[in-house]
Every structure is written in structure tokens, then in C-alpha cells.
């Protein structure tokens, strides 16, 4: 199994069903570490960068879990990525600590996912919306691979959520990310 990192970025992790759901899914797995930002360092704390850099370092994949909020990450992954991946360390000439890791969103909406689309009432995919964090991945050196989202917090039934953690805990302990075309044509 792959060493992956998942750094979770919920600032209300007790009123969570959805991410609450995910997390208990993986968090007895050996080959994952969950790491809660807004519990290691509250809603302002003093992100210690280099705990953070060798938490990185020290695993294969990375995985980005929050909530979707007002369209974007939790203030607080936005933070983190700001002093965490810095020059020199995630990208310049001698920033190449992230290259070739996998990297992955997970992320909960309150929205259904037929709102993610051109046309409907979110007006924009989630594709579109998580273009940022795609290209802080490619810039670091990392692989982006294709999201994983729960959709419809707010309405979601509980035999669903169950199906949905089950499909994470899978996926995490899949050995290949990949969304090519080549590994589509080589399945059954």
C-alpha cells in the first residue's frame, strides 16, 4: 500500500456527517494518516511549516479532504497551502519535494452533484472549481488525479453516506489513481 497523507480541513468536524463518515471509514487504516488541520491548529493557529513539510515528505500520496465552502477550500487549507508549499521547498530550482507524489481532493458539498454543471444553479463543475488546486498540484510537480466528491449533504440518506465512505476507504487503498484513457481501454 501507497503511504498517504490525508489532510483534513473541516473547521466544524463534530457537526460533520459527511466528512465525519469518511474520515471513520480510514482512520483505522495503517498505510493512512489523518491529519485535521483545524484540530492540530485551531481556526487561527501558527501552522508549524516544517511538521508539515515532513508530514509531505514522509508519504507517497496526498489527499486534500474538506467541505466545499462558498466554492473554495476552508480558510485554513488556503493558509496552509499559502506558508506550506513554499519556494524552495514544493517548487523554484530547488523545490522539487512534492515531485511525482499523487495528489487527490476529496471534498463534501450541501449542494447535489447535477448542480455542479453549466446551466444549473451552481453554474460552474467541479472540475472548474477545483482548477486552482489542479494547478497548485501540476506547479508542485505532483500528479493530479480525479477528484472524489459526496454530494447533498444536506438531503443525503444514511445507506448512501455508508456506500460513499466505503467507496473512499476503496479508493485509498487503490494502487493506481490513474483516469487515462489507457488503463479505461485495458479494464473489462
Known amino acids: 500500500m501507497k503511504k498517504t497523507l490525508v489532510i483534513l480541513a ?39 511549516v516544517k511538521k508539515e513539510q515532513d508530514l509531505l515528505v514522509a508519504n ?17 487549507l488556503k493558509e496552509w497551502q ?5 519556494y524552495g521547498f514544493a517548487y523554484g ?11 487527490k481532493v476529496a471534498l463534501t458539498t450541501g449542494s447535489p452533484d ?9 453554474h460552474a463543475s467541479i472540475s472548474e472549481l477545483l482548477k486552482p488546486l489542479q494547478i497548485t498540484a501540476l ?3 505532483m500528479v493530479y488525479t480525479a477528484p472524489f466528491a459526496v454530494h447533498g ?8 453516506l455508508a456506500q460513499k465512505a466505503l ?13 487515462s484513457l489507457f488503463k479505461y481501454l485495458q479494464s473489462n
Open 10 to 48: 473541516h473547521p466544524s468536524m463534530n457537526e460533520s456527517r459527511l466528512n465525519k463518515a469518511l474520515i471513520n471509514a480510514i482512520s483505522h487504516e495503517e498505510h493512512i494518516t489523518v491529519h485535521d488541520l483545524y484540530a492540530t491548529y485551531g481556526r487561527t493557529g501558527e501552522i508549524d
Open 60 to 76: 507517497e500520496r496526498i489527499v486534500f479532504q474538506f467541505p466545499l465552502f462558498w466554492f473554495s477550500t476552508p480558510s485554513l
Open 82 to 86: 499559502d506558508k506550506v508549499l513554499e
Open 93 to 103: 530550482s530547488e523545490g522539487s519535494k512534492l515531485a511525482n507524489k499523487e495528489f
Open 114 to 122: 447535477y448542480a455542479y454543471q453549466a446551466g444549473a444553479y451552481d
Open 139 to 141: 506547479f508542485t510537480g
Open 153 to 160: 449533504a444536506l438531503k443525503i440518506k444514511e445507506e448512501e
Open 167 to 179: 467507496e473512499y476507504k476503496a479508493l485509498l487503498h487503490e494502487e493506481d489513481w490513474s483516469s
